[in-house]
């Protein structure tokens, strides 16, 4: 499966904070299925795509077993894909503006990535529809780009992910347009710091389970909460490779070693952990 999730309580719900209440309030909920999605780009031939994209039995990660510890080679492939993601991904954000939609960045960002002879990782894994994942407010992860466009006040997270030479790169960033709630805009800062203080610790020797233990301090000492329903990865020649990245406290006994490839890559909400629902599913 892969998961569109969101992040919206129902309206009667009492036990949400008044900060998240207000903030709820005043913005226009999300509908799944009110704007076009339109058909998927097509790739060229030239392109190399993975596995995936052609085989009738895919293979979209594995998703247990010891931390992946790739040969120098590897990882210098992996840094080139890093640095291009990066790339797309700034350009993306130069694209979001009031007025512009979702549909029309991910065709910009779709050409973008082919003309860096790369080929845009999220089309066709697990059957997702576009070339980059654009999650609009209250959409935690994954959201599916669309023909709604952009507002006054709204919050965006671009995820890029790409494959290039053998790898994929996989980035994220967080765009806020004109109006942005001071409650988000905190969340936001909140969920970045959680991010760059996780990545100062990662050296060879320290255990992955101090990531969770940095994020979810960091969070509990704002008031707000990790979301638990998705995690960091390896990446490598496959998106998904072990280890899995978790992001609240946890027990995982393994440490880091010179070699591990992985991403971070905290969801924190103002909501209570069960008013963070999955709203769709596509089916493999």
Do not use: W
Request: with cysteine; net charge neutral.
């Amino acid at each position: 499966f892969f998961f569109l999730m969101i992040r919206r309580p129902p309206r009667s719900t009492q036990s949400r904070s008044s900060a998240a209440s207000d903030v709820y309030k005043r913005q226009t909920p999300i509908v799944e299925g009110q704007y076009e999605v339109t058909p998927r780009l097509t790739v060229p031939k030239h392109i190399v795509p993975p596995e995936y994209v052609n085989s009738k039995n895919p293979l979209f990660g594995i998703y247990s077993g010891p931390a992946v510890v790739h040969k120098d080679a590897t990882v210098q492939k992996l840094k080139k894909a890093g640095e291009l993601a990066a790339k797309v991904v700034s350009y993306a954000a130069s694209l979001v503006k009031v007025g512009t939609t979702a549909d029309e960045v991910d065709k910009a960002v779709h050409d973008y990535i082919i003309q860096h002879g790369a080929y845009p990782t999220p089309l066709g894994f697990m059957h997702f529809p576009k070339s980059i994942c654009i999650s609009l407010n209250e959409i935690a992860c994954h959201g599916i780009p669309n023909k709604r466009p952009f507002q006054e006040g709204d919050y965006v997270n671009l995820d890029c992910t790409l494959y290039l030479d053998g790898v994929h790169g996989d980035t994220s960033l967080m765009v806020q347009l004109p109006g942005v709630d001071p409650d988000i805009t905190r969340l936001i800062e909140v969920t970045q710091k959680a991010l760059y203080e996780s990545i100062k610790i990662c050296r060879p020797g320290t255990p992955f389970k101090k990531i969770g233990d940095i994020c979810t301090q960091i969070a509990e000492e704002n008031g707000l909460i990790v979301c638990d329903l998705f995690t960091g990865h390896g990446i490598g020649e496959l998106l998904h490779l072990p280890p899995t990245v978790h992001h609240t406290r946890n027990n995982v006994p393994d440490v880091m070693q010179p070699g591990n490839v992985f991403t971070i890559e905290p969801i924190l909400v103002m909501y209570p952990p069960n008013e963070v629902h999955i709203l769709s599913l596509i089916h493999i």
